[in-house]
């Protein structure tokens, strides 16, 4: 039963460069979410797709895309790594259909030098 | 704006003590509300949930949260701490009816042994 999984567990990047954070959960749920983890913030959105072929922006959205592949995946870019994206970045999903709650994967260390 | 308040940034209790961890939401309605816990290098798990009915609800690993609306507050509660609850909890608020959750920045408890 595996949940919500993330991949890679920690990347380091340097600046400028560009890289691809997958999520795949095999509950099948609906929507699902990126948010990052700073310390003293809290989890901020950045981008939810609340449904297959929709996505939409959160919080803080600026610098990223995403791409909802299929009703299981959901990857986030980096286009060009900033240092500002060094965070801790985590993947939820629900079916808010159902009124679950969002189900967390074990998120990406990301470091930008 | 909606938002999430959680007035603790750190609390230490010693173990078998009781523990509230407090927490505010600005919102219209009544969202879904949330606490998760969050250990060390881990993803985010879900406490308990309120959606409607009784306000006072029951999660897992002894804790319960009670709601009040006359407070737009859903305090967190357990009667008698164990080292092993040494973490950070958020709680969460859900708009109903959006797509969208709204973290607050965090708790971290650490417990004396």
């Known amino acids: 039963n595996a949940g919500v999984t993330q991949t890679p567990k920690f990347q380091v990047l340097k600046t400028g460069q560009s890289m691809t954070l997958q999520c795949a959960q095999d509950?099948?749920?609906?929507?699902m979410y990126w948010y990052r983890q700073d310390p003293g913030m809290g989890l901020r959105l950045i981008y939810y797709s609340a449904s297959e072929g929709t996505t939409d922006k959160g919080e803080v959205p600026n610098g990223y895309n995403v791409s909802r592949l299929n009703k299981r995946e959901f990857s986030l870019r980096l286009e060009s790594a900033a240092p500002s994206q060094t965070s801790v970045y985590f993947c939820?999903?629900?079916?808010?259909?159902?009124?679950?709650?969002?189900?967390f994967g074990q998120g990406t260390r990301l470091t930008v030098v | 704006a909606q938002s999430v308040t959680q007035p603790d940034i750190h609390i230490t209790v010693s173990e078998g003590a009781s523990l509230e961890l407090r927490c505010n939401y600005s919102?219209?309605?009544?969202?879904?509300l949330f606490w998760y816990v969050q250990s060390p290098g881990q993803g985010l798990q879900l406490l308990l949930k309120y959606f409607s009915g009784d306000t006072l609800v029951q999660g897992i690993k002894g804790f319960e949260a009670e709601f009040k609306r006359s407070q737009s507050s859903f305090n967190l509660r357990k009667p008698s701490v164990h080292w092993s609850d040494a973490a950070e909890y958020f709680c969460a608020v859900s708009p109903g009816g959006t797509y969208k959750y709204i973290f607050g920045t965090g708790t971290r408890l650490k417990v004396l042994a």
């Open positions: 919102y219209g309605a009544t969202p879904y």
């Open positions: 939820a999903s629900n079916h808010r259909d159902f009124n679950t709650e969002a189900f």
């Open positions: 509950m099948n749920h609906n929507s």
